[in-house]
């Protein structure tokens, strides 16, 4: 079945510590992108890439970086300058045709920070 | 912010009741859709309506947009249990790569 994955689904650190989400997709997609929910908020983008080595900031990147090594590839880390780390990760993909793709997400990974 | 707002935050109906979920948005839009998330997973895309439809309907999904009001609305009928889940409304603009989500409706179907 295609689709995406994210792991792991819980991830605790301790604060100070960078930490790595991972996320795969086998639709073939070409676009990627990382959102971060909050309890009550809707998402918010952190980063986006429409094709292989390169990627844009979204309206929340500081604190986060991401790679596009591989288009099947987006990882995401949360670097230990994010101020508010613990929150809800949701990856998606979309074929790249703007006017008309959808997003297909992943089941997302809940990161706790203490 | 281009983001949208849904309203209402949170609505309760009986099975087989009807609900109506609406969302507004600031700026000029090329298409709008509707997304499903149940708790503690990702969302599940709906429905798509572009800038120069006005009703869309998919199953027991129905969708309209009103570009001069800047608002739409997702309607569902014949409501089951199963519904239960929250309901987002996101619009990309012309020209942009990402969508914008609004804050959802949680919707609770009562069997």
């Known amino acids: 079945d295609g689709g995406i994955t994210q792991s792991p689904k819980y991830l605790f650190r301790k604060e100070g510590q960078n930490v790595t989400l991972s996320c795969e997709q086998n639709?073939?997609?070409?676009?990627m992108y990382w959102y971060r929910q909050d309890p009550g908020q809707g998402l918010r983008l952190i980063y986006y890439?429409?094709?292989?080595?390169?990627?844009q900031k979204g309206d929340i990147a500081e604190g986060y970086s991401v790679s596009r090594e591989k288009k099947e590839s987006f990882p995401l880390t949360v670097t230990s300058a994010q101020k508010n780390p613990t929150a809800f990760y949701l990856c998606?993909?979309?074929?790249?045709?703007?006017?008309?793709?959808?997003?297909?997400f992943g089941n997302g990974t809940r990161l706790t920070v203490t | 912010s281009q983001q949208g707002e849904e309203d209402p935050q949170a609505l309760s109906i009986q099975e087989g009741e009807n609900a109506t979920m609406n969302c507004s948005y600031k700026?000029?839009?090329?298409?709008l859709q509707w997304y499903r998330q149940n708790s503690g997973r990702g969302l599940v895309h709906l429905i798509l309506i572009r800038s120069n439809e006005r009703e869309k309907h998919s199953g027991r999904l129905r969708v309209t947009l009103d570009t001069s009001k800047k608002s739409s609305s997702l309607l569902i009928t014949a409501s089951r249990a199963a519904d239960t889940a929250s309901y987002f409304c996101a619009t990309r603009m012309n020209g942009a790569n990402n969508l914008f989500f609004g804050t959802g409706t949680r919707l609770t179907v009562i069997p």
């Open positions: 998606a993909s979309s074929t790249g045709d703007r006017d008309v793709s959808p997003l297909h």
């Open positions: 700026t000029s839009i090329n298409n």
């Open positions: 639709l073939n997609h070409d676009a």
């Open positions: 890439s429409q094709i292989v080595n390169d990627f």
